[in-house]
């Protein structure tokens, strides 16, 4: 009788550990998703500050890719914008159109750690001038 409760008690201490590891894993892949999340909100957020620096309501010149802050930490996380702008004019030569490419990337996190999280968004907008006025 001896060696079967033995036994008994290995296979149920098994299981125990797999319910474990189980709920464990589970548990961590919540938290990324979450942080996943946030990762994503904090990259929109940075897009939006950008976007707003270029495209300024009320100005009446085209704007220069935005400088941010050093460091850019928006809820713990990282971010790094990179922004590039061309300027081309209409065919009637008559309206500068800016055509701007912003990249927003949150991290939070050591690159190759388990608890790493990144995510980059990259969006492109434009903005046309007629003179010294907004484009209708």
Request: hydrophobic share 45%.
């Amino acid at each position: 009788m001896l060696p079967v409760a033995i036994f008994l008690l290995v296979i149920l201490a098994g299981l125990v550990g797999y319910a474990m590891r189980l709920s464990l894993l589970a548990n961590m892949g919540t938290t990324q998703d979450i942080q996943g999340a946030r990762a994503y909100l904090a990259a929109r957020a940075g897009i939006e500050w950008a976007a707003y620096k270029v495209l300024s309501p009320g100005s009446t010149t085209m704007e220069v890719c935005p400088t941010p802050p050093s460091p850019f930490v928006i809820n713990g996380f990282n971010i790094v914008l990179t922004c590039s702008r061309v300027v081309p004019k209409d065919k009637g030569d008559t309206q500068d159109i800016g055509i701007y490419t912003i990249t927003s990337r949150a991290s939070v996190g050591s690159a190759g750690a388990q608890d790493y999280i990144e995510r980059e968004i990259k969006v492109t907008l434009s903005r046309c001038l007629f003179g010294s006025e907004e484009c209708n």
